[in-house]
Nanobody, 123 residues
Framework: VQLQASGGGLVQAGGSLRLSCAASGRTFSSYIMGWFRQAPGKEREFVAAISWTARTTYYVDSVKDRFTISRDNAKNTVDLQMNSLKPEDTAVYYC?????????????????WGQGTLVTVSS
């Protein structure tokens, strides 16, 4: 599976961005897909994940009620809608895929990674 993330940019606090991750590979629909972010000097952080059926989603507490993860297995895409953005959301955002349904919050369990897209939120 190859992943290509896009949609990052510069936005003012309170604004919105939508990140998209396009996947290639016939087994995309088998993977739990996640979004992670990494700010300068910090470890990569779990943001959100979605099960292969899209019935179950998971979020880090700091983005609950602001971010929404979704996927379209027919189009091989997974999106992250980010609303009410805050300066502390500034980071490089990565999409990733894993078959490990028990450790989806741990970036080390993910096998496939996109190249990252920069999100900058100004105050």
């Amino acid at each position: 599976v190859q992943l290509q993330a896009s949609g990052g940019g510069l936005v003012q606090a309170g604004g919105s961005l939508r990140l998209s991750c396009a996947a290639s590979g016939r087994t995309f629909s088998s993977y739990i897909m996640g979004w992670f972010r990494q700010a300068p000097g910090k470890e990569r952080e779990f943001v959100a994940a979605i099960s292969w059926t899209a019935r179950t989603t998971y979020y880090v507490d700091s983005v609950k009620d602001r971010f929404t993860i979704s996927r379209d297995n027919a189009k091989n895409t997974v999106d992250l809608q980010m609303n009410s953005l805050k300066p502390e959301d500034t980071a490089v955002y990565y999409c990733a895929g894993t078959l490990d349904y028990t450790n989806y919050r741990n970036f080390r369990s993910y096998t496939y990674w996109g190249q990252g897209t920069l999100v900058t939120v100004s105050s």
